[in-house]
């Protein structure tokens, strides 16, 4: 089954604005898929380097000389992890072309979102470079399956091999096989020595908090580690684009605002997997239920948009709260409650008074009904397929 990904409509404008655009994202993403599709659109015009593999590797014994040799093509280096010193390389390459007025190789650069690729890539090719996250799949993109597509979705998550698994146990197994993989091989080659069940720990107990306020010193107390410790491991997790750290709205006005992050883990199978949850009536049952569909919904709001925008989330001492503020630009600001009621979807007064601080002008219940209707204060309630369309229209 091919399901036709956002990030495709960005993808091509970037590479005429930048000489390099590095597309980053967890694992098992669909990186590769992406570019090896922009690859066949291009046809002759590009060329694939999968460096995971020695022979690939080998082409690049002379980079400089590969490079030349392919001046006029978009090169695709896939695992561009492997040869970190290659980005030395590819700034040369770039600005030698641009001083002799020469037109310039253009880069697609896979990998997984690192500390290290990062650093290397901003310190190397600053302003040479744009960046793109390709998330999980997302309910735009999956809807045209079927009508269970949303809670295929929300059960298994967007990962493109759970989300196709034939059966809800081949999903859940996958899942449980990529957990394992990340703790045991991708983490630990992040430098550091990080204990594979300490953070696995932390993982799960961060699933078990889906949404709540970080609470570093509760965190460390039950793994027995420091909360500095605690935060430098969230880091990791954070920059492998597994985890969300969505920081607080923040203003002058006189009110005792949050100041604690509230913590994501960021896809809903895998929140489901950490906790031994494998079908859909089992979530239903679960405590975890409201905070991992409001997750799930964060997550593809976030995701859907074709830029990068300012995103936090609206609490006070007093209880006054919004899910998700959003700052689409040009005086957009939407706020937006995540309710998993078909009865009613009603925010609390809290959400209305939020609405008024953060100078709202768009107010809107996600739930998981498939009606758009108004409520009272302009609110408005909408599926969430209905409020990434808006949204995204409103961000452009």
């Not at 098992?28 to 015009?45: D, I, P, Y």
């Not at 408005?380 to 961000?395: G, N, T, Y």
Request: aromatic residues 8%; charged residues 20%.
């Amino acid at each position: 089954m091919v399901i036709g990904r956002l990030i495709d409509e960005r993808l091509p404008t970037l590479l005429g604005q930048f000489p390099a655009v590095a597309l980053l994202g967890p694992r098992q993403s669909g990186k590769t898929t992406v570019a090896l599709g922009h690859e066949e659109r291009l046809g002759e015009r590009a060329v694939y380097v999968d460096l995971e593999r020695p022979a690939d590797r080998a082409k690049l014994s002379d980079p400089e000389i590969f490079f030349g040799q392919h001046a006029q093509q978009l090169v695709i280096l896939d695992a561009i992890h492997r040869l970190p010193d290659l980005f030395q390389t590819l700034r040369g390459v770039i600005d030698r072309n641009r001083w002799a007025g020469r037109t310039a190789n253009q880069f697609l650069l896979l990998g997984s979102a690192s500390i290290d690729l990062m650093r290397q890539s901003s310190e190397s090719l600053a302003g040479r470079i744009a960046y793109l996250e390709l998330t999980p799949f997302l309910e735009l993109e999956v809807a045209a399956t079927g009508a269970s597509a949303m809670n295929t979705l929300w059960l298994r998550g967007g990962f493109p091999r759970s989300f196709l698994a034939d059966s809800n146990r081949e999903s859940y197994e996958w899942r449980i096989a990529f957990i394992r993989t990340y703790l045991e091989r991708d983490v630990p080659a992040l430098g550091p020595r990080i204990p594979a069940e300490t953070l696995r720990r932390l993982w799960q107990m961060l699933a078990h908090s889906q949404g709540q306020l970080l609470n570093a010193a509760q965190l460390a107390a039950g793994l027995g580690i420091s909360s500095q410790t605690v935060f430098r491991y969230l880091d990791v997790l954070v920059d492998l684009l597994l985890v969300r750290r969505l920081h607080p709205w923040v203003s002058n006005v006189k009110k005792r605002l949050t100041r604690s992050p509230k913590v994501y883990v960021r896809d809903s199978g895998l929140v489901h997997a950490l906790l031994g949850i494998r079908s859909l009536d089992d979530v239903l049952g679960h405590p975890i239920a409201g905070p991992s569909w409001e997750g799930m919904a964060v997550e593809n709001l976030l995701g859907c948009l074709s830029q990068v925008v300012p995103a936090t989330f609206y609490r006070t001492a007093a209880g006054a709260e919004i899910d998700l503020v959003v700052d689409a630009g040009a005086g957009e600001v939407w706020a937006i409650e995540m309710k998993r009621s078909l009865a009613k979807p009603a925010p609390k007064p809290g959400f209305y008074i939020g609405c008024e601080d953060v100078r709202a002008t768009h107010r809107v219940v996600v739930y998981p009904g498939e009606d758009t209707f108004a409520i009272g204060r302009d609110t408005i309630v909408m599926s969430l397929a209905e409020a990434m369309r808006r949204l995204r229209a409103s961000a452009r």
